[in-house]
Each structure stands twice: as structure tokens, then as C-alpha cells.
């Protein structure tokens, strides 16, 4: 056995093993589809850029095809539950370059989902919430400065950065704080939205149009039917066999709910890690939770609000549709009766569905820079654990910076939208590359497979096999599907079709680059970092 001491910067990586199994589902689930920002954003927007989306379906549909993916990814990290998830696996079975451009498109996904949620702090969550506070309380002050947080540059940068400020100091203090304020915001954010739901099962459309409508028309608008008419909404009705409307949506719902494995990041400070049972348990219980909740909250709204006014409220502009507040999902509920307690916990609550999301989207990062740097890619200094906190703050800061520049960026620049279809097409490279070494597993790294908790067999043949095959084949149904679709990826214009393929050719160039660079140097220092790769890093 090679001296791992010589190999690594150190014996043990210094993070200790505190995470729940609670913590890493609600994690899981904060950055795959958080319910009520998924309700709020990715639901609205598909009915608008789809007509006919069925969208209760299609959620469905998505939770059946992640299946396969999630029980590919729990039997690697049970087999090697250690910090930097894929890139461990893949550059141990596969090649080492592979599992840096694996992991650099995940961590791209993760930098962007994280400035997107501290974004989507102020734009979505801080600014209507005001609006509608206001609004419905007759309140002018509030709904100004809902509309600032909204619209206005220096407002929105402001209350983003301060929510990207309080996560970084959250996480510098340790997995058991992050875990603390992760998991009870999450819990406030879900009470609401459960509220919501309650709301509309035992509410009746009569009242919800009554005060639509008066309050609508207090602000110079008209009426429900008006909305309707004003957006041609009046035939708008869900089509599954739309397939123009089916795939894409499927496409946009599986940008939220592919993410139910980003609990293997947390692997190496996961408690009984290495339990394929647990592990399962983790993503598949995010997964489901996920699931059928936001089909629960879709169908709801349809049954009270109406798809078609649904479909109306969101096609903007509508000159029929006057209220400052925009018709976001917890605004609607709020409307059904109307009351100040319920729409003050309704509309209150959605300010804290964005502090969980951006935690798991910001932890994975950290943990890649980590992992990077104790297999001596990266400056030492940001494989650093605080002796205090057990926390990397030097990887921390690191990510938090980036974050931090790209969310100034999408605050002055109207191209950050097409970094979120991007997002998912860095998920479809990394898991189809996952998938690879996942069917590799078995004979390229027989000594680790058949003592892992991954030497698993249906029919006589590995599961690992099936899994893999299954998540390439609907991942590359993925791309596909972005490729015919302009409005997912390619800002509406088929000409950006190049997009695609030179995002990969980056994400494969910065890879490549992590990998060699680093190496080239390390050997001038007489270190061969290539043979790091022999071994799996210490605990």
C-alpha cells in the first residue's frame, strides 16, 4: 500500500462526520425542487413558454425517470463516501482529467444555482412579498419598496449580497449551524407553503374570483374573465400528448428535480455514509417528497384558480391584469380568502425558501475545491479545516466570492437567464460521465467493487450496468430535447444552437486544465500527482 501521507496534504481531511440523515434530505431537497420557488418560477414558466404544458404529468413523468440516476448515484456513494463526490469516483475508476470535468460541471451548476437563489431573494421572494403585503393591506410604503427590491439594480444587489453574505458566515461555522438554519428555514418556508395548499383544497373558485377581481379593479384592472380574454387564454387546457409542449416542459421540470443526489457532497461529513440503505433513503425520500408535493400544489391551484386563468395571469402583458404584485403562486393562494393572519403566513413564509437552496447549491462547490486541493490540485490553503468549527473557511470564502461576482453580474446583465438552461446541460454532461464510470466500475476497479456496498446484481447482472445505461440513455434524451427546443437553452433564437456544444468544449477545457496545469507544476516540485489517483483520499 502506497504511504498515503506522502500522497495527500494530510491524513485525515479534518471534517467530522455530524449530518443526519434529515439534514442531507432536506438538503436534498432545498436544491433539487424546493416547492414553493419551484411552484413559483419553473411551473409558471413552463405553462407560458409551452401551451398545452400538462404540467402534473409531466412532474410524474420526471420523478419515474430520475429513478434510475438516484440508485446509480447512492450505490458510488456508498462505496466511496468521501468529500468530493463524482470527482472521486470517476477519477478513480475512470481517469483522473474525467472526473475533473465531471465535477467542474457540477460546481458550475452549483456557483450559478447559488447566485440565482440569491437573486431570486429579492426579485422573487423579498420584492413581492412587499408588493403584496402592500397591496393587500393598502399599505403604499410597502409595496414601493417590494417594487425597489424588484426592479430597481442597487436595491436587488443589496438585499442579494446580504443573503449571500449571512450564508457565508452560516457556513463558516460549521456543518451542525448550516444544518440548523438550513433545516429550520426550510421547515418555515414549507409550513407556508402547506398553508397554501390547505387554502386551496378547501377554498371555492366563487370567493377567489370575488376577490380577484375586487381587488383587481381597485387598481384599474378588470375582471377574471378579462384577463382570460385579454391573453386568447380561453381555450388553454393541459395536452400530454402535445409532445411540442410535453418535452420541453419535461426538459425545464427536470432543471429542478434532477438534483435529488447532491447529498453525495456531503458524504464524507455524512453519518453511516457508506450504507446503501441510507443513502437511498436520503435521495429517494427528497425525490418523492419533492414530488408529489409540487403535483399536489399544481393540481390544487388548477382545480380552484383555473388553468386557463392560470395561463392568463402569466402571459405578459395583460393589459386586463393591474394588480402591482405579480400573480405568483403564494399571492393566489393568499387570495382565496383573503385574510391578513393567512396571507401574512402565505406570502411571510417564501422569504425562506431561498437561504436553504442557495446552502446546498454553495456546500458542493466548497467541498470540490476542498477535495481538490487535498489531492494537491489546488493551493493547500483551501484544504484548511478551522479547528473550532471543523469548517473549510479558506474553500468557503473561495466560493462565496464567485458567487458573489456572479450575482453582481446577473443584476446588471440580461444574459444571466440563459445561464439557469445551462445549468441543466452541465448536470447532463456530468451524469452521463458519472454513468460511464459507474459501468466501468465493476471491471476496471473489481478490488473496490466487490467489497462495496455497490456489488449488487438483478438477474445475474450488476445493477450498476442497468442504472448506468438507463440514466445515459435519458440524459442524452435530455440534450436532445435542448438542441429542438430554442426557448430552453439558446435564448429563443435556433441560430445560438452553438451554444451547446462550445459550453461543453469549455467545461471539458477548464477540466482538462485543473487536471494538467497543476500537475505540470507539482512535478517541477518532484510530486507525482497522478498517483493520488491509486488511492481513495482518507476520512
Given at each position: 500500500m502506497t504511504n498515503v501521507s506522502r500522497l495527500f496534504v494530510r491524513n485525515s481531511t479534518g471534517l467530522v462526520r455530524e449530518a443526519s440523515a434529515l439534514d442531507a434530505t432536506i438538503?436534498?431537497?432545498?436544491?433539487?425542487?424546493?416547492?414553493?420557488?419551484?411552484?413559483?418560477?419553473?411551473?409558471?414558466?413552463?405553462?407560458?413558454?409551452?401551451?398545452?404544458?400538462?404540467?402534473?404529468?409531466?412532474?410524474?413523468?420526471?420523478?419515474?425517470?430520475?429513478?434510475?440516476?438516484?440508485?446509480?448515484?447512492?450505490?458510488?456513494?456508498?462505496?466511496?463516501?468521501?468529500?468530493?463526490?463524482?470527482?472521486?469516483?470517476?477519477?478513480?475508476?475512470?481517469w483522473p482529467p474525467l472526473g475533473l470535468i465531471s465535477n467542474t460541471a457540477m460546481i458550475f451548476g452549483g456557483l450559478a444555482g447559488a447566485a440565482f437563489f440569491a437573486k431570486f431573494f429579492s426579485v422573487f421572494a423579498l420584492g413581492p412579498v412587499l408588493v403584496a403585503l402592500g397591496?393587500?393591506?393598502?399599505?403604499?410604503?410597502?409595496?414601493?419598496?417590494?417594487?425597489?427590491?424588484?426592479?430597481?439594480?442597487?436595491?436587488?444587489?443589496?438585499?442579494s449580497l446580504a443573503i449571500v453574505v449571512l450564508q457565508t458566515v452560516i457556513l463558516i461555522r460549521g456543518a451542525k449551524a448550516t444544518?440548523?438554519?438550513?433545516?429550520?428555514?426550510?421547515?418555515?418556508?414549507?409550513?407556508?407553503?402547506?398553508?397554501?395548499?390547505?387554502?386551496?383544497?378547501?377554498?371555492?373558485?366563487?370567493?377567489?374570483?370575488?376577490?380577484?377581481?375586487?381587488?383587481?379593479?381597485?387598481?384599474?384592472?378588470?375582471t377574471a374573465d378579462d384577463v382570460i380574454a385579454a391573453a386568447n387564454a380561453q381555450g388553454a387546457a393541459p395536452d400530454f400528448g402535445n409532445l411540442s409542449a410535453t418535452l420541453p416542459t419535461?426538459?425545464?421540470?427536470?432543471?429542478?428535480?434532477?438534483?435529488?443526489?447532491?447529498?453525495?457532497?456531503?458524504?464524507?461529513?455524512?453519518?453511516?455514509?457508506?450504507?446503501r440503505g441510507r443513502q437511498l433513503s436520503i435521495m429517494f425520500g427528497a425525490l418523492f417528497w419533492d414530488g408529489i408535493l409540487l403535483i399536489l400544489g399544481a393540481v390544487l391551484l388548477f382545480r380552484l384558480v383555473g388553468y386557463n386563468f392560470v395561463f392568463a395571469l402569466n402571459t405578459a402583458p395583460n393589459a386586463a391584469y393591474a394588480i402591482p404584485s405579480g400573480p405568483f403562486y403564494h399571492f393566489l393562494a393568499a387570495l382565496v380568502f383573503n385574510n391578513p393572519l393567512l396571507t401574512l403566513i402565505i406570502v411571510g413564509s417564501f422569504l425562506f425558501w431561498s437561504l436553504p437552496s442557495m446552502i446546498a447549491n454553495t456546500?458542493?462547490?466548497?467541498?470540490?475545491?476542498?477535495?481538490?486541493?487535498?489531492?494537491?490540485?489546488?493551493?493547500?490553503?483551501?484544504?484548511?479545516?478551522?479547528?473550532?468549527?471543523?469548517?473549510?473557511?479558506?474553500?468557503?470564502?473561495?466560493?462565496?466570492?464567485?458567487?458573489?461576482?456572479?450575482?453582481?453580474w446577473?443584476?446588471?446583465?440580461?444574459?444571466?437567464?440563459?445561464?439557469?438552461?445551462?445549468?441543466?446541460?452541465?448536470?447532463?454532461?456530468?451524469?452521463?460521465?458519472?454513468?460511464?464510470?459507474?459501468?466501468?466500475?465493476?471491471?476496471r476497479r473489481p478490488d473496490l467493487y466487490r467489497a462495496s456496498p455497490a456489488n449488487v446484481s438483478v438477474l445475474g447482472i450488476p445493477v450498476l450496468y442497468i442504472t448506468g445505461v438507463l440514466s445515459i440513455i435519458i440524459f442524452l434524451v435530455m440534450l436532445v430535447?435542448?438542441?429542438?427546443?430554442?426557448?430552453?437553452?439558446?435564448?429563443?433564437?435556433?441560430?445560438?444552437?452553438?451554444?451547446?456544444?462550445?459550453?461543453f468544449a469549455a467545461m471539458i477545457i477548464i477540466g482538462l486544465a485543473i487536471y494538467y496545469v497543476p500537475r505540470f507544476l507539482r512535478a517541477r516540485e518532484g510530486v507525482d500527482v497522478s498517483l493520488v489517483y491509486r488511492e481513495l483520499p482518507p476520512e
Open positions: 438538503f436534498n431537497a432545498a436544491i433539487s425542487a424546493p416547492v414553493g420557488s419551484t411552484l413559483a418560477y419553473s411551473i409558471f414558466f413552463t405553462l407560458v413558454a409551452f401551451p398545452g404544458a400538462d404540467v402534473p404529468s409531466v412532474l410524474l413523468l420526471t420523478v419515474i425517470l430520475n429513478v434510475p440516476v438516484l440508485i446509480m448515484f447512492a450505490l458510488l456513494a456508498a462505496s466511496m463516501p468521501r468529500v468530493g463526490g463524482d470527482y472521486v469516483w470517476v477519477s478513480r475508476i475512470l397591496t393587500l393591506t393598502g399599505n403604499a410604503t410597502l409595496s414601493s419598496w417590494g417594487g425597489s427590491f424588484t426592479t430597481d439594480q442597487t436595491w436587488i444587489l443589496v438585499a444544518f440548523r438554519w438550513q433545516n429550520g428555514f426550510f421547515i418555515i418556508a414549507m409550513a407556508g407553503t402547506l398553508v397554501a395548499f390547505l387554502v386551496l383544497l378547501i377554498g371555492n373558485s366563487a370567493d377567489f374570483i370575488s376577490h380577484f377581481n375586487s381587488l383587481n379593479q381597485s387598481f384599474g384592472g378588470g419535461m426538459f425545464a421540470i427536470q432543471g429542478f428535480m434532477m438534483w435529488n443526489f447532491w447529498s453525495v457532497y456531503m458524504s464524507g461529513e455524512l453519518k453511516s455514509a457508506s450504507n456546500f458542493m462547490p466548497i467541498r470540490s475545491f476542498f477535495a481538490w486541493s487535498f489531492d494537491r490540485l489546488m493551493p493547500e490553503k483551501l484544504s484548511e479545516v478551522d479547528e473550532r468549527f471543523h469548517s473549510p473557511i479558506p474553500a468557503i470564502l473561495l466560493a462565496n466570492v464567485i458567487i458573489a461576482a456572479l450575482l453582481i446577473s443584476v446588471y446583465s440580461s444574459q444571466f437567464q440563459i445561464l439557469l438552461g445551462l445549468i441543466v446541460e452541465a448536470g447532463i454532461l456530468a451524469v452521463i460521465i458519472v454513468a460511464v464510470a459507474a459501468i466501468a466500475f465493476p471491471t430535447i435542448s438542441t429542438q427546443f430554442p426557448g430552453l437553452v439558446m435564448a429563443g433564437d435556433p441560430n445560438n444552437w452553438w451554444w451547446i456544444p462550445a459550453f
